[in-house]
């Protein structure tokens, strides 16, 4: 605990003096510029510094899960169903212990990022595909209500149009009234833990990305940013200490984790208009901080959230509760980039999840449901305040 508390000390206070060289700064250095303003203003410096800090707000919409939905689609709800033995005496939705679908309100989730970027060149050449390339090394901090995760990640630009990324993080939780970081799903039972952790999260990730703009006559370019991401990642997620079969619950998820390797992803498609453009800065050591840029962009983001690897065949839905299921989430984002340096960004996403069979939607345990079919809910909703610097 001490070296986490050291270490975040570390990278405020880094962050501070950051800020402090940059303050007050007018946009024309003159001959005369203290040496902060000289420094920052550098382009010929082998290494670049950025950083960001943002704050989410964000909830996950109830519905009743594992219900049948007319036309594959599940509207939010806060009514509950009782299929306990009380409100389904006959067992006709539920052949174990029962459960009560849905009723909960949802926990809002605030979280706050702070990450933290040493940028190299690397294997540069002088052609608009591998004039930037470079090696970022970064630090993240990543703090939430219930969780804390410290970590690092290694990213190479071998092109302008390629990111492979290598990343590790590492946290702990604990409870508070109204909810829990981590929990052991007993057979349908959510223990949430007072203190637990470690819990590890470890990746591997490549992104594409494209800006038609760039490739466009310069006439027309500033009206055809249309841009494309792409992002598959092969991630290690487990809750150490407990078996690899034993399902957890994280950040008051459904309590389905295993420990193992997944896949996610993210696809962006979106269009983005500079009402000002001012990339003045973005060569040199330190960020200008009176930056103009004012830009709006909109997209539409598939996000592959989870999809078990390494428990695929443990019940798929052929015959099973569906282990082989793969959770995505879609919907529309908003982003507003700000004069200084600050960001605006809104989301709204749309998700998929199981139906049971109805003689077995009611069991507490999800291991004992039996896989019926599918469909799509109105998922989560959320709010980004972000600063770079």
């Given at each position: 605990?001490?070296?986490?508390?050291?270490?975040?000390?570390?990278?405020?206070?880094?962050?501070?003096?950051?800020?402090?060289?940059?303050?007050?700064?007018?946009?024309?250095?003159?001959?005369?510029?203290?040496?902060?303003?000289?420094?920052?203003?550098?382009?010929?410096?082998?290494?670049?510094?950025?950083?960001?800090?943002?704050?989410?707000?964000?909830?996950?919409?109830?519905?009743?899960?594992?219900?049948?939905?007319?036309?594959?689609?599940?509207?939010?709800?806060?009514?509950?169903?009782?299929?306990?033995?009380?409100?389904?005496?006959?067992?006709?939705?539920?052949?174990?212990?029962?459960?009560?679908?849905?009723?909960?309100?949802?926990?809002?989730?605030?979280?706050?990022?702070?990450?933290?970027?040493?940028?190299?060149?690397?294997?540069?050449?002088?052609?608009?595909?591998?004039?930037?390339?470079?090696?970022?090394?970064?630090?993240?901090?990543?703090?939430?209500?219930?969780?804390?995760?410290?970590?690092?990640?290694?990213?190479?630009?071998?092109?302008?149009?390629?990111?492979?990324?290598?990343?590790?993080?590492?946290?702990?939780?604990?409870?508070?009234?109204?909810?829990?970081?981590?929990?052991?799903?007993?057979?349908?039972?959510?223990?949430?833990?007072?203190?637990?952790?470690?819990?590890?999260?470890?990746?591997?990730?490549?992104?594409?990305?494209?800006?038609?703009?760039?490739?466009?006559?310069?006439?027309?370019?500033?009206?055809?940013?249309?841009?494309?991401?792409?992002?598959?990642?092969?991630?290690?997620?487990?809750?150490?200490?407990?078996?690899?079969?034993?399902?957890?619950?994280?950040?008051?998820?459904?309590?389905?984790?295993?420990?193992?390797?997944?896949?996610?992803?993210?696809?962006?498609?979106?269009?983005?208009?500079?009402?000002?453009?001012?990339?003045?800065?973005?060569?040199?050591?330190?960020?200008k901080m009176r930056n103009k840029?004012?830009?709006?962009?909109?997209?539409?983001?598939?996000?592959?959230?989870?999809?078990n690897l390494t428990h695929l065949?443990?019940?798929?839905?052929?015959?099973?509760?569906?282990?082989?299921?793969?959770?995505?989430?879609?919907?529309?984002?908003?982003?507003?980039?700000?004069?200084?340096?600050?960001?605006?960004?809104?989301?709204?996403?749309?998700?998929?999840?199981?139906?049971?069979?109805?003689?077995?939607?009611?069991?507490?345990?999800?291991?004992?449901?039996?896989?019926?079919?599918?469909?799509?809910?109105?998922?989560?909703?959320?709010?980004?305040?972000?600063?770079?610097?």
């Amino acid at each position: 605990m001490i070296k986490k508390i050291t270490f975040i000390i570390v990278i405020i206070t880094l962050s501070l003096f950051i800020c402090i060289a940059q303050e007050d700064l007018t946009d024309d250095a003159t001959s005369d510029a203290s040496f902060p303003q000289k420094f920052r203003d550098r382009t010929n410096h082998f290494m670049k510094f950025r950083g960001s800090l943002s704050i989410v707000f964000s909830t996950i919409l109830e519905h009743q899960d594992g219900m049948p939905a007319k036309n594959r689609f599940n509207p939010t709800s806060y009514e509950s169903v009782d299929y306990t033995d009380e409100g389904d005496p006959n067992g006709e939705h539920h052949t174990t212990e029962g459960r009560i679908i849905g009723g909960v309100n949802s926990v809002p989730l605030i979280e706050l990022y702070l990450d933290y970027d040493f940028i190299f060149p690397f294997f540069q050449k002088d052609n608009f595909l591998m004039k930037n390339n470079f090696i970022k090394l970064s630090l993240h901090n990543q703090l939430s209500v219930v969780t804390y995760n410290i970590g690092t990640s290694v990213t190479i630009s071998p092109v302008a149009f390629l990111e492979l990324q290598v990343g590790l993080l590492i946290g702990e939780a604990w409870a508070i009234p109204i909810a829990a970081g981590l929990g052991i799903n007993d057979d349908g039972v959510i223990k949430r833990l007072d203190f637990a952790g470690p819990h590890l999260q470890a990746w591997f990730s490549p992104t594409l990305q494209m800006d038609l703009a760039y490739i466009m006559p310069e006439h027309v370019a500033p009206f055809t940013h249309f841009f494309m991401l792409l992002t598959p990642q092969i991630k290690y997620q487990a809750f150490l200490g407990i078996p690899d079969d034993q399902p957890y619950m994280y950040q008051e998820c459904p309590g389905e984790k295993m420990n193992g390797w997944n896949l996610l992803g993210r696809f962006m498609l979106g269009y983005r208009y500079f009402i000002i453009e001012d990339d003045v800065g973005e060569d040199r050591t330190f960020i200008k901080m009176r930056n103009k840029n004012f830009i709006i962009s909109g997209a539409i983001l598939v996000w592959i959230e989870y999809f078990n690897l390494t428990h695929l065949m443990d019940s798929p839905m052929s015959d099973g509760w569906g282990s082989d299921f793969c959770y995505i989430s879609y919907g529309p984002v908003l982003r507003l980039d700000l004069p200084w340096n600050y960001f605006i960004q809104i989301f709204f996403l749309f998700g998929n999840e199981k139906t049971y069979s109805s003689e077995t939607r009611g069991n507490l345990d999800f291991r004992d449901r039996d896989y019926k079919d599918w469909y799509v809910y109105p998922r989560w909703i959320g709010l980004f305040l972000g600063w770079r610097f």
